[in-house]
C-alpha cells in the first residue's frame, strides 16, 4: 500500500521556521515528482515546491522563493520554511505524480496533511 504521510506542522510565530516531512513507503518513486501544495481556509490548493525523485531538481511557488527549501534523503522529502508569515498559515499536503504526466494530471497519491500555523 503506497502511502505518504506528513509531520512537523505546528503554532510558529512570524519569522519563525518549520521543517515539514514527507515520508514515502509502498513503492520505489524513482519516477516521481513528489510536491508540497497548501490549502487555507477557502481557498484552493497552492502550489508551493516539487522535487524530481531522481534528479532533485526543484521548484518553487513564487510565494515563497528564497523562503522555503526542499529537498530529498532516502525515503522522505523535506520542506525547510524560514521567514515564515501570517500568509503561509494552511493545511500543507505531499503529493506524488509520475514524472512522465502533465503537471495538469492527477495527483497519483496524496498525503494526509499538516496543519501549519504562523501567528503575528
Known amino acids: 500500500q503506497v502511502q505518504l504521510v506528513e509531520s512537523g506542522g505546528g503554532l510558529v510565530q512570524a519569522g519563525g521556521s518549520l521543517r515539514l516531512s514527507c515520508t514515502a513507503s509502498?513503492?520505489?518513486?524513482?519516477?516521481?515528482?513528489i510536491n508540497w501544495l497548501r490549502q487555507a481556509p477557502g481557498k484552493e490548493h497552492e502550489f508551493v515546491a516539487a522535487?524530481?525523485?531522481?534528479?532533485?531538481r526543484t521548484f518553487y511557488g513564487d510565494s515563497v522563493k528564497g523562503r522555503f527549501t526542499i529537498s530529498r534523503a532516502i525515503n522522505t522529502v523535506f520542506l525547510q520554511m524560514d521567514s515564515l508569515k501570517p500568509e503561509d498559515t494552511a493545511v500543507y499536503y505531499c503529493?506524488?505524480?509520475?514524472?512522465?504526466?502533465?503537471?495538469?494530471?492527477?495527483?497519483?497519491?496524496w498525503g494526509q496533511g499538516t496543519q501549519v500555523t504562523v501567528s503575528s
Open positions: 503529493a506524488a505524480r509520475d514524472v512522465r504526466h502533465s503537471n495538469s494530471d492527477p495527483y497519483d497519491y
Open positions: 509502498g513503492r520505489t518513486f524513482n519516477n516521481y515528482v
Open positions: 522535487i524530481i525523485w531522481s534528479n532533485d
